[in-house]
């Protein structure tokens, strides 16, 4: 190197541009980041959807697309709710208190995770990765499921199971229990999925 | 600048233009000699260093093929399924592009595949590779980045929700997670606006830095030139062969000695190939899955997803990772640390970092749900590739003079790899998560025990000159 001694000014300059560029160069990066957020018109589309569960038959379950994920609609028998309390030694979380901001809003959480008893009004996203689980409400001994089933759901991507509640088995990818949205009765058969009443 | 040449007049045509040429542009004839004509790779190459020139070729078939089919393509959720099914039926020749992109995919993987166990096998990775390696490692990423973004593309019901499922990984991070997530699809579910950004990242973006990545491993491989199945540095070896007196004497010309054994495998390569694109394109659902050729549906995933084949080591490791797979962990780091503290020689400030710092490890993994460790364990699965060159403590590199019990070991790690591979692919089921989570701590513990298992044993005598007979 050469023996020249440094010009400790010239350098202090030198640095000082280079950090003042440095910084004109984050302040380019933001709006382009800044392209990556959801769009206006993306944010826009999260209207409430209203349906009409009339012709909904015990054991039977309507799906509504809301803010781009399925809602489920299910009108549960009997049966179903009368097996839900035995379950609870087997979930993860029987009485929804793990984050209930975001997954059970007050009104669902119950032993039966709705307002009506056997309407259950549940995102079928898994909370784990997703996807949405299969309905798999025969009971009894089948693939990827334990031989006490007593019907419920499975994720088919990483074998989460939920019972008829949408809530989740002990030992099993998904933290939480299904998702409720917010929800409200306008009349005895018309639902409003994506708002509430809040007090 | 290079010394302007001076030709006879009595040159031929031929002489004159290259002297023209090379008077004007001679960067391009140095770049010539140092990469092909003079660059001495050992003689003793055998057929695993193949891949690297195969890997090469299915980059340039990728990106030919693809040119092509973004000539036809549409990147919109409305019309993108349509249009891959445009390019299927109606573009003259259009399957045949498309069945060679999508085979092309496969390939790549299994060319890729088999040139890091080349790696692994010879110790390529070792001093003073470790860059090579790292750059490979990195080409690796991309190339996952790559086929990943490229497979929602056609917006099939795969497509999507292997999307979902990847993207949703990202909101598994504590505190950033979710809005990182939001950033990376670019609204609330996988949609037209994540479609788009995936086309520009699959189409430009990923395939810049890959070539540039490529570029920067080819660079530094021909910088410390190659290493062989012998592990023998050539370059330390006698100098001067039939080319050159300065040359390493064990070395041969990359072309025309290596270009045309390149050829021959291309040739093989290409045979298979082919049988696969004329033959079997869909490969029996592994190279393009049945469920891709239903339309994306946001509200039904289809009953049983996978990811391809060339995910699924690390998507069974994904799987592997449940509540109670956490206290087996949580096991292991406590073991590390004893283990640390009581039996290993450092100080003792050191030791108190070690049991502080697996204190906090163990307190995190409490704390946070077992998916987002599922994800650091399948990112860890990829990032530990990296660490490779400072895992390996075995005096020797190559295999061949390793202590024969560690083919066993490595023949273990394949297998696993194998079988993770296998499982990733299954429907989840007790027994199957059971294997993946034997499978996962074994993967794991074939690198993190490296610096032990590998400096055990005894070493055969490594020659002093590559091994070869001529044939």
Not at chain 1, 118 to 130: Q, R
Not at chain 2, 270 to 299: H, K, Q, T
């Amino acid at each position: 190197m050469s023996d020249t001694p440094i010009d400790s000014s010239k350098r202090t300059w030198l640095i000082a541009t280079g950090c003042a560029g440095a910084v004109g160069g984050v302040a380019t990066a933001v709006p382009f980041v800044s392209t990556f957020q959801p769009s206006e018109k993306a944010k826009a589309a999260g209207a409430a959807v209203e349906v009409d569960i009339s012709q909904l038959k015990p054991g039977e379950r309507a799906i509504v697309e809301w803010r781009g994920k399925p809602v489920w609609i299910i009108k549960r028998t009997p049966e179903q709710l009368a097996d839900l309390p035995a379950l609870d030694a087997q979930l993860a979380d029987p009485k929804s208190e793990r984050k209930p901001d975001e997954f059970t809003p007050a009104y669902a959480r119950n032993g039966h995770r709705s307002i009506k008893p056997e309407v259950l009004v549940a995102v079928g996203i898994c909370p784990h990765l997703g996807c949405s689980p299969s309905e798999k409400y025969t009971p009894g001994p089948q693939p990827s499921l334990p031989d006490d089933w007593k019907g419920g759901f499975l994720c088919p991507c990483h074998g989460s199971t939920f019972d008829m509640a949408g809530r989740v088995f002990k030992n099993k990818p998904s933290p939480d229990n299904l998702e409720i949205p917010p929800h409200m009765y306008l009349s005895d058969t018309r639902l409003l999925i994506g708002e509430d009443k809040k007090a | 600048m290079a010394e302007f040449k001076e030709i006879s007049p009595n040159a031929s045509a031929g002489a004159k233009l290259t002297n023209w040429f090379e008077n004007r542009f001679p960067t391009a004839f140095d770049a010539y000699r140092v990469h092909m004509s003079e660059y001495y790779a050992p003689k003793n190459f055998n057929f695993w260093y193949i891949f690297g020139s195969l890997a090469l070729l299915v980059l340039v078939i990728q990106i030919v093929t693809g040119i092509f089919l973004v000539m036809h393509y549409k990147p919109d959720a409305a019309k993108a399924f349509e249009s891959v099914e445009y390019i299927m039926r109606d573009v003259p020749w259009g399957w045949l592009i498309r069945y060679m992109h999508s085979t092309g995919a496969s390939a790549f993987f299994v060319v890729v595949y088999l040139h890091m166990f080349r790696g692994l096998l010879y110790g390529s990775y070792r001093k003073p590779r470790e860059l090579v390696w790292i750059f490979g490692c990195a080409i690796f990423l991309a190339l996952m980045a790559e086929a990943f973004m490229g497979y929602l593309l056609p917006w099939g019901q795969m497509s999507y929700w292997g999307a979902q499922v990847i993207v949703n990984l990202f909101a598994a991070i504590p505190l950033v997670g979710p809005d990182l997530a939001l950033l990376i699809r670019g609204d609330y579910v996988v949609s037209d606006a994540t479609l788009n950004r995936f086309f520009s990242f699959h189409v430009i973006a990923v395939p810049l830095v890959l070539l540039g990545l490529v570029v920067a491993h080819l660079l530094a491989l021909h910088d410390v030139g190659s290493n062989n199945p012998d592990g023998v540095e050539i370059k330390k070896g006698p100098k001067g062969n039939r080319w050159s007196p300065n040359a390493p004497a064990d070395g041969i010309p990359f072309h025309p000695y290596y270009s045309v054994h390149d050829i021959f495998g291309v040739c093989v390569f290409l045979m298979v190939f082919s049988a696969v694109v004329f033959f079997a394109p869909e490969a029996g659902g592994y190279f393009l899955e049945y469920n891709n050729f239903i339309p994306a549906d946001p509200m039904v995933t289809p009953a049983h997803i996978a990811p391809v084949w060339y995910f699924t080591p690390f998507y069974s490791m994904l799987r592997a990772i449940t509540a109670e797979m956490m206290y087996a962990l949580v096991a292991c780091v406590v073991l590390a640390a004893a283990f640390g503290v009581f039996k290993a020689r450092m100080p003792v400030l050191f030791k108190g970092i070690v049991a502080v710092a697996a204190a906090v490890v163990v307190a995190l993994m409490l704390a946070i749900d077992a998916k987002f460790w599922g994800v650091v364990v399948m990112g860890g699965a990829v990032i530990i590739l990296f660490f490779l060159p400072w895992l390996d403590n075995s005096p020797v590199k190559s295999i061949r003079y390793r202590p024969s019990w560690h083919k066993y070991v490595y023949a273990v790690f394949v297998v696993n790899f194998v079988i993770l591979a296998y499982l990733g692919v299954q429907p989840p089921s007790p027994v199957g998560e059971r294997v993946s989570q034997v499978g996962t701590l074994l993967y794991f513990g074939f690198f993190l025990l490296m610096p032990w298992w590998s400096a055990k044993g005894e070493t055969k005598p490594v020659p002093d000159r590559v091994t070869y007979k001529a044939h």
